[in-house]
């Protein structure tokens, strides 16, 4: 156990060693997060929206902003390894369930990154306001967790095919949808404080990335060693 | 398939085409015979679906067998589902058009029936995309199971919280089926005989598509 | 890891979707010997090492590996353990240092306290005084001599040199053959992917794709 926490870290801390020096990821994900942003708040602003459409709107404005910057970044990882032919090696050397804890580590964090700098933005931007902040919170981890398990494997399948940045986001939107569904009416129901929809929401998304998650851990093997 | 089956499922889809338009009644509540539709739109959605499990269940047994013949299955299955989930949408299209004057409103069987589509296209992209043979059966295989084990929260955890436009909702208020029994009768001759071509049509397409692949592999 | 491990191969034939790379290859290599594997460029010389590191499954025909004292046969999940590939199309992290990589690869490799072996291996590449240095920076020839001693690092029964002496200066070349016949003193199983006439010589045994 601990032998494989140590070993998933080692492949985390090393994308992230390797992230740091270079950035490209985190640049990726945080223009256009930040392009997209800029865009909707100066073409809508706070004071645009209807009253009574607010929570709905924002809601659904901040999950597709949240995605696209996904698709623009998470399958780096991945694809990085098969480009810079250094996943032969690792291939070799490493159990592929420590590739997959350790990678999707990695895409964890580095959303949870990203939401860290975008939800206060849009916030102030778009006169975001929550009435439950430990709901959004929740909604914010436990979507970030399914979305980082989901676009793992995605990443993995894609990893070793053409047309790989286009495929990426053709793949990941059908298995993504109905979660962006749930993110969305969980985080409208953050936004009028209402605890049944939260907690509906986020029956949902855990049920989701815990299904996820348990397929993953059946089916990377067979994707890595492919 | 046999002879004697074929003949029988053309007489078969003959009779209910006739039938859909003269035996039936038209429904009621529905602008003029429009409701006619619904004969050919419910069961191309049904095989869009069936054709779904099956090429999900061949994708599964691909992953443990390494058989390519399972491998045929799964994508000659979902290149039928996928023109029957094209057909589904048209048609359902076309009626949403006629009754409420609009062609989409994102009501939750549109929702899911274009989530299947979105899907399948994915599904082919995928394919399309790999060249290595084993490969391109692996990866598609695991990606049909990913999509399969997502169908269940949008088709069933998404409509709970969405009204609908669908027609059962209208005729059947009550969740049982409160249809004219001759609108049933042939609305489940069709389904049997859309499941009878899709049948028909896709160990047809396993065949012809194992004699392509022998072909290939001749060259070694 | 004591005890040989011999490679066995028979009637391997590798096709990409209409271009058939080779067909019916076989051969064995043993502990303490070299097996040669030759033929002309594009004869698939490097797709077959990538077939019996498990890489790359084989559109027909099989690989074995096999422990030499009992005979027993070693499943697929568990090849990776034995081997050690240095290879042209393998590379390491370009962003790390050398020390950082190898410190990586032991890791995920399941070595413990491997710092010292690490700084072993640099060592007897003679990368030691560029340990710190980012991968990037390094020469054709220093990039050659990383992978080397990666591919020893775990000191694995089977080594898999895919030319393993290009970009090797001759001095490196003549360390590389005092390298081989090491391991074949230590009962390693070495396999050798070469066009290099002198390479060839290295071999105990040869297979030769047509081509």
Redesign the interface.
Known sequence: MWRFLAEAGAVFTKDLRTEFRTRVALNALGLFAITTLAAVSYTIGPYRIAENDRPFLLAALLWIVIFFAAMAGLDRTFVKEEDTHTAPLLRLSAEPLVVWAGKLLFNFVLLDVLMAILVPLYMVLMGFRVASTAGFLLVLVAGGYTLAVTTTMVAAIIARAMTRGALFSVLSLPLLLPLLIFLIQGTRAAVEGSAEGISDSLRAVVSLGGVMTVVSVVLFPVVWNE | MGTVLRWVLFVWMAVIIWAAFYYAPAASGFQGQSSRIVFFHVPTAWVATLAFLVSCIASIRY?RSRDPKEDIRASVAGALGLTFAILATVTGSIFARIMWGSYWNWDPRETSIT?LL??Y??YF??RA???????RA??SA??A???F??VP??VF??PR?YWSLHPDTIINTQGRIKMDSRMFQVLMGSLVGFTGVFSWLYSLECRVEGIRRRR??E?? | MSGGVRLEFDDLAKRFDLRVVFRAVSGAAEPGEVLAITGPNGSGKSTLLTILCGLLRATRGTVRYLLSDGGAEIPRELWRKQLGIVAPSMSLYENLDALENLRFLALVRGMRQSEARCRECLESVGLDPARSTIVRGFSTGMHQRLKIAQAILHDPPVLFLDEPGSNLDPAGQDWLEELVADQREHGKTVVLATNDRREMEWGTRRVALPG
């Open positions: 992953l989530f979105l899907i296209a994915a992209a995928l995309a790999i060249a290595d043979p084993e490969r692996t990866m695991v990606y199971i990913l999509a084990v997502t929260f949008l955890v998404v919280i290939q592999h060259v070694l």
